[in-house]
């Protein structure tokens, strides 16, 4: 049997992977595993959504759901609201393709907890789409569709509920703030008004051909932002990927925050004062470990992958778990990656230190990265990883994800891609030259395995 979905639900290029003929069979897939019920049903701002979701619509309705179209929102959006339904809501059905280009779109399944789906879930619709046992409902059952449009105001309502709100709004921040056209549109700048900012908007309006920048938000992609911050001397630019459940930040000098950076700061804000534990990948830098220990909790590594991170916080009462890409996790809010959320803690942040976020930024331990991708066939993945493995013994490694070598100055993981044949190679030491022979060392160790 061939996968459907990969790390983050289903996706592809819309015509040749994407289309109606495959939403359908999905809707239907996922209507069948549900086995009916009311199900959420949540797009971004692309313009093959309204094609997707109404053939996912029609695929959850044959199989005997009620669909309730809460129409473009942020998949933490989406997400809140069937964790809030208390069981009500079977789940739900995003049509996003996240951070993906504009020509893909993708279809991501979210359980009654509000969570992405565990692997076993998933495997269990896999095994109903490739065998076609499809859940048909006779024609007193066949579902029905209507439409809900308070999900973004509950949404932001309990964003609001879970910060300092009187400090932010004392401290009168100008914030910058670019949705690049995505669903974060309909609700980051709202929230930001709402908490006392001057917000100035770049990208704002919902457009699928994404005219102002592709939807990956990386520095490449955000040179407006970090302009215009820098121009109107704000005290801090906002940036989300397509869905808006990633939420990547800007300092007061223009200046883009490293992803490992605005973890740490977010994680020890969650654990100061109470403690606690933080849930991260293995190839999230060790700058979050020294924040994290020095603010009194502790850091326990997952494998790559938010449902991942998401899974084992929710499993051991984690008190924050996040990604370097921009993706932070608070549970107190909700299980998954939440990029409004993120956006009004570091407000929170800001308004409690006092300090601008680029002095913030000083504070932290300094690491440098060094990254390199090695091509390995496909087919030598496995036996690749094996050799890494029999190479690095003696000395103190961690096998959670790939072979990650650990060093007192520094560490080095070596990782094969979910979705290339190459292995990546992440580096990272406390000086420029060590995070180099590191990468330089996880390289050659990749080739002398290719060898064996
Ligand atoms: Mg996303």
Not at 55 to 72: K, Q
Not at 193 to 208: E, F, H, K, T, Y
Not at 222 to 228: F, I, K, P, S, T
Not at 340 to 361: F, G
Request: with cysteine.
């Amino acid at each position: 049997m061939t996968r459907l979905f990969g790390t983050n639900g289903i996706r592809g290029v819309v015509g040749p992977d994407m289309n109606a003929e495959l939403a359908v069979k999905v809707g239907r897939s996922i209507g069948t595993f549900f086995g009916g019920g009311p199900v959420a049903l949540a797009r971004d701002t692309r313009l093959s959504g309204p094609m997707l979701a109404r053939a996912a619509a029609s695929g959850l309705m044959s199989a005997g759901c009620e669909v309730i179209d809460l129409g473009i929102v942020p998949t933490p959006c989406a997400e809140y609201h069937v964790a809030k339904a208390g069981g009500a809501l079977k789940g739900a059905v995003v049509v996003t393709a996240s951070h993906n280009p504009r020509e893909f779109n993708g279809l991501k399944a979210i359980d009654a907890r509000g969570m992405e789906m565990r692997r076993e879930d998933e495997e269990a619709i896999e095994s109903i789409f490739f065998e076609e046992r499809f859940r048909v409902a006779p024609w007193s059952e066949v579902g029905s569709i209507r439409s809900d449009d308070t999900a973004v105001s509950r949404y932001l309502e309990a964003i609001r509920g879970k910060v300092d709100v009187d400090s932010i709004r004392k401290a009168a921040f100008t914030v910058v703030v670019d949705p690049g056209n995505g669903a974060g549109c309909l609700s980051t700048p709202y929230l930001l008004r709402s908490l006392g900012c001057r917000v100035i908007s770049l990208n704002a309006q919902p457009d699928g051909a994404f005219p102002g920048r592709m939807p990956e938000p990386i520095p490449a992609h955000l040179g407006d932002l970090m302009r215009v911050v820098s121009e109107v001397h704000a005290n801090l630019g906002i940036a989300h990927d397509g869905d808006a459940d990633r939420a990547v930040f800007v300092d007061d000098k223009g200046s883009f925050v490293v992803g490992d950076k605005s973890l740490a700061l977010l994680a020890q804000a969650a654990i100061r004062g109470r403690g606690g534990t933080v849930v991260t990948p293995v190839s999230t830098s060790s700058l979050l470990e020294d924040v994290v220990r020095a603010a009194g909790g502790t850091v326990v590594r997952t494998r790559v992958g938010s449902p991942i991170v998401a899974g084992v916080m929710f499993e051991t009462g984690a008190t924050f778990g996040g990604e370097e890409n921009g993706g932070a996790i608070f549970p107190d809010h909700q299980f998954c990656r939440d990029g409004a959320m993120a956006a009004a803690k570091m407000l929170e942040i800001l308004a409690h230190a006092r300090k601008t976020l680029s002095a913030l930024e000083a504070e932290l331990p300094e690491y440098h990265i060094k990254k390199a991708n090695v091509p390995v066939p496909a087919d030598q993945r496995d036996a690749v990883l094996t050799s890494i493995v029999a190479l690095a013994r003696g000395r103190k490694v961690d096998t959670t994800d790939g072979v990650k070598i650990l060093e007192a100055d520094g560490a080095v993981l070596v990782r094969p891609s979910g979705t290339e044949p190459i292995f990546r190679v992440y580096a990272e030491g406390r000086t420029s030259a060590r995070a180099d022979a590191l990468a330089a060392e996880g390289v050659d160790l990749v080739k002398k395995a290719l060898r064996r």
